[in-house]
């Protein structure tokens, strides 16, 4: 799975016109897959609060909403889509986080936000590769430590794509 694979269904999610983090597709039926600080900024929770998110695909403004499918301990939200999608936001395939061992490589595709280190220049997509440290725990709950140089705030949303395992196997 390369990066072209997987920006489709990657988009930027805006609140009040202000980005707010990344998103992706995760079902046909238009599920968008986000972490729950991400949707909260739209209010906690954020269960019918309305969303744009502006897929890779072909970066037209798609109205969201926030689902009761949320847990804050886990940071994890679904938002439905009210708009189509585009046909070429294709799910990825999502693949058991468990699956991913110490020493896999992975990488995320997301909304990068630069600007407290380049404040001139806008950014859109940016990439980032990294490693699998492996598996952790915070506060009781489960999850994957990455190592990556590139990972830049407003990548909270992305999926983590594991090429060797052909899908996603979390969320930044």
């Given amino acids: 799975m390369a990066t072209e694979d997987i920006l489709p269904y990657v988009g930027r999610l805006f609140w009040n016109d202000q980005v707010i983090g990344t998103g992706f597709v995760v079902h046909a039926s238009g599920l968008i897959a986000t972490c729950y600080h991400v949707a909260a900024v739209g209010g906690t929770p954020p269960v019918a609060k309305t969303f744009v998110i502006k ?5 037209r403004p798609i109205r969201v909403e926030g689902t009761d499918k949320f847990d804050a301990t886990q940071d994890v939200a679904l938002l439905r889509a009210i708009d189509p999608l585009p046909d ?6 999502l693949v058991q986080s ?3 061992t110490a020493g896999t490589m992975f990488q995320i595709q997301g909304y990068g936000d630069m600007q407290g280190d380049d404040p001139r220049h806008a950014y859109t997509f940016s990439p980032a590769v990294g490693m699998i440290v492996g598996p952790t725990r915070r506060d009781g709950v489960d999850l994957l430590q990455l190592s990556s140089k590139q990972i830049l705030k407003g990548m909270s949303g992305s999926p983590i794509v594991v090429a060797s395992l052909g899908g996603v196997v979390g969320i930044v």
């Avoid at 070429?88 to 395939?93: D, L, Q, S, W």
């Fill in 55 to 59: 897929l890779h695909a072909d970066d």
């Fill in 88 to 93: 070429e936001a294709v799910p990825p395939r």
């Fill in 98 to 100: 468990s699956a991913a």
